[in-house]
């Protein structure tokens, strides 16, 4: 069963109109539109932007809730209105010459040293195409598993807890199974970077977690709240969702499940895998955080 929170849904949604237009079309220009550099009109120019372009059809309306100068930029605080009533509060920033817009911004807080990303994978648009005779045979017989009960088509997903990128797989992976969970079964494996400090022990929890059918309640609690993850955290979550604390610490404070996460990595690596996320779709690797479309089509001609 897939788990959305709604106002993650939707500014999921919000932020794949927004990417998908920045690929096709690059970063939006009020050259010719504006000529003022004033903030206010540079504000309000770009506001309408975004209601005309990025919320067209019915998708919600952002307001105006302030304007502030930023590192050279005109910062936007917007509150943003969804058609099912969910309220947020967003920011966008805008060029002082008031010609280009960016519509969405992703706080980095804090320096490199918190979430470290290098050699973390982020790759568009690229598959490498495979065939069944290239591809090893990977045991997913006692992995966590959900959608269909006799799948047409197999999803493995190799994944770390603390790389941003996976929580970018992770809600491509909810809107995969919310279309195709009753013909495709997806199948979680572990593989935590050794650069991320928290990624092996939470790989473990997930895995004390499945001992008591909790796998996928942990899992999404760690995504939807990734800059939480500490060694605390993990704790924090298995209390939170009722787990008996005894097995569950006995289970991560022996280390028991090292071999079982070690055993996830090694499959991962005969396919090739060095970075996360990475994803087995059927007969087809794909490495990085994909959009939902790359996925969809990959199933959608394998189903075919």
Same mark, same amino acid.
């Given at each position: 069963?897939?788990?959305?929170?709604?106002?993650?849904?939707? %500014?999921?949604?919000?932020?794949?109109?927004?990417?998908?237009?920045?690929?096709? $079309?690059?970063?939006?220009?009020?050259?010719?539109?504006?000529?003022?550099?004033?903030?206010?009109?540079?504000?309000?120019?770009?506001?309408?932007?975004?209601?005309?372009?990025?919320?067209?059809?019915?998708?919600?309306?952002?307001?105006?809730?302030?304007?502030?100068?930023?590192?050279?930029?005109?910062?936007?605080?917007?509150?943003?209105?969804?058609?099912?009533?969910?309220?947020?509060?967003?920011?966008?920033?805008?060029?002082?010459?008031?010609?280009?817009?960016?519509?969405?911004?992703?706080? @980095?807080?804090?320096?490199?040293?918190?979430?470290?990303?290098?050699?973390?994978?982020?790759?568009?648009?690229?598959?490498?195409?495979?065939?069944?005779?290239?591809?090893?045979?990977?045991?997913?017989?006692?992995?966590?598993?959900?959608?269909?009960?006799?799948?047409?088509?197999?999803?493995?997903?190799?994944?770390?807890?603390?790389?941003?990128?996976?929580?970018?797989?992770?809600?491509? @992976?909810?809107?995969?199974?919310?279309? $195709?969970?009753?013909?495709?079964?997806?199948?979680?494996?572990?593989?935590?970077?050794?650069?991320?400090?928290?990624?092996?022990?939470?790989?473990?929890?997930?895995?004390?977690?499945?001992?008591?059918? @909790?796998?996928?309640?942990?899992?999404?609690?760690?995504?939807?709240?990734?800059?939480?993850?500490?060694?605390?955290?993990?704790?924090?979550?298995?209390?939170?969702?009722?787990?008996?604390?005894?097995?569950?610490?006995?289970?991560?404070?022996?280390?028991?499940? %090292?071999?079982?996460?070690?055993?996830? @990595?090694?499959?991962?690596?005969?396919?090739?895998?060095?970075?996360?996320?990475?994803?087995?779709?059927?007969?087809?690797?794909?490495?990085?955080?994909?959009?939902?479309?790359?996925?969809?089509?990959?199933?959608?001609?394998?189903?075919?």
């Amino acid at each position: 069963m897939v788990r959305l929170k709604t106002w993650k849904y939707t %500014t999921y949604i919000l932020l794949l109109i927004i990417i998908v237009g920045l690929y096709s $079309y690059g970063l939006p220009s009020f050259s010719g539109v504006s000529a003022s550099t004033d903030s206010s009109e540079v504000a309000d120019t770009a506001v309408s932007y975004i209601n005309s372009e990025l919320l067209a059809g019915g998708l919600g309306e952002a307001e105006l809730v302030s304007v502030s100068e930023e590192n050279g930029l005109y910062k936007l605080a917007l509150e943003i209105t969804y058609s099912n009533g969910i309220t947020e509060d967003y920011t966008s920033y805008v060029t002082l010459d008031g010609e280009v817009l960016f519509p969405t911004a992703i706080p @980095m807080e804090g320096t490199a040293a918190v979430v470290d990303t290098t050699g973390d994978t982020v790759v568009d648009d690229v598959v490498i195409d495979t065939t069944t005779g290239d591809l090893p045979d990977i045991d997913t017989s006692t992995d966590p598993s959900m959608g269909a009960e006799n799948p047409e088509l197999t999803i493995i997903e190799f994944s770390d807890f603390e790389c941003p990128y996976c929580e970018r797989g992770y809600w491509t @992976m909810e809107l995969i199974m919310e279309e $195709y969970g009753d013909r495709v079964n997806l199948v979680f494996k572990n593989f935590p970077l050794s650069f991320h400090a928290n990624a092996q022990a939470a790989a473990e929890a997930t895995e004390c977690a499945f001992d008591q059918d @909790m796998f996928w309640e942990y899992h999404d609690t760690l995504f939807e709240n990734q800059d939480l993850l500490t060694s605390d955290y993990l704790v924090t979550v298995a209390e939170e969702l009722g787990l008996d604390m005894d097995t569950f610490n006995s289970c991560l404070e022996s280390g028991e499940k %090292t071999d079982l996460v070690t055993a996830d @990595m090694a499959a991962g690596s005969s396919l090739g895998i060095t970075g996360t996320p990475s994803f087995l779709v059927g007969t087809e690797l794909v490495v990085g955080a994909q959009s939902y479309d790359t996925i969809a089509g990959i199933i959608d001609a394998q189903l075919a």
